[in-house]
């Protein structure tokens, strides 16, 4: 079945310092997206790249989709404590509406 | 405009008793989907419906059943609970190739 694997599995960064995780699946993916689960509460949507070797920024977050369709990264400029959290990737192979997430990076920020 | 709606927060069950999660969304998705969470773990899914009247095996759906008899409810059934099913469970529902909104999330624990 398809795989879709994160690196790291966790990441603790000096607040100020930047963060990546990286997303990679085993098949070809239509589209992919990132959500975001504060400790304790629910996944929460960011955002979803579409189209080959796409690039979005949400204010100090950037996401890229790789040119194969194959990956994906999220990078944090300057972290904050209010980054913290697991970050998920979602992989999507087509049809119906169905994703595999992917298995996180739990960020942890040092004050 | 509440989004996806869990019920219960949390639940004890004993070994072989049932129990029903509910799911209700107010924002007409076609799509929902029932995922569990184990601790420190990825998302897996169990069910996912994409109308009323439609239901479909996710990757985890032994143990458990899912019925669609109107487009706002899903709930998930969990015949014969044994330990295995302690987890947190989470709703969600999608509209076409837009992101997942969650539910807050049900903790279940079977002992």
């Known amino acids: 079945g398809q795989q879709v694997m994160q690196i790291p599995q966790y990441q603790h960064v000096q607040e100020g310092e930047d963060f990546t995780t990286y997303c990679n699946s085993s098949t070809t993916l239509s589209n992919i997206q990132w959500y975001k689960q504060r400790p304790g509460g629910h996944p929460v949507f960011l955002i979803q790249l579409v189209k080959s070797g796409e690039v979005k920024k949400q204010k100090r977050l950037t996401f890229q989709f790789e040119k194969k369709k194959k990956n994906s990264s999220l990078h944090i400029t300057a972290t904050q404590t209010t980054d913290v959290g697991t970050y998920f990737c979602a992989g999507n192979l087509g049809g119906y509406q169905k994703v595999t997430f992917g298995t996180g990076t739990k960020l942890q920020v040092i004050p | 405009n509440a989004g996806v709606t869990q019920t219960p927060k949390f639940r004890i069950l004993k070994i072989g008793q049932s129990m029903t999660l509910q799911c209700t969304q107010d924002m007409n998705h076609n799509y929902m989907y029932w995922y569990r969470q184990d601790p420190g773990m990825g998302l897996k899914l169990i069910y996912y419906s994409v109308g009323a009247g439609i239901t479909d095996k996710g990757e985890v759906p032994n143990g458990y059943n899912v019925s669609r008899s109107t487009t706002e409810d899903f709930p998930l059934r969990l015949e014969l609970a044994a330990p295995s099913q302690t987890s947190v469970y989470f709703c969600?529902?999608?509209?076409?190739?837009?992101?997942?909104?969650f539910g807050s999330g049900t903790r279940l624990t079977v002992v």
């Open positions: 969600a529902s999608s509209q076409g190739t837009l992101g997942y909104t």
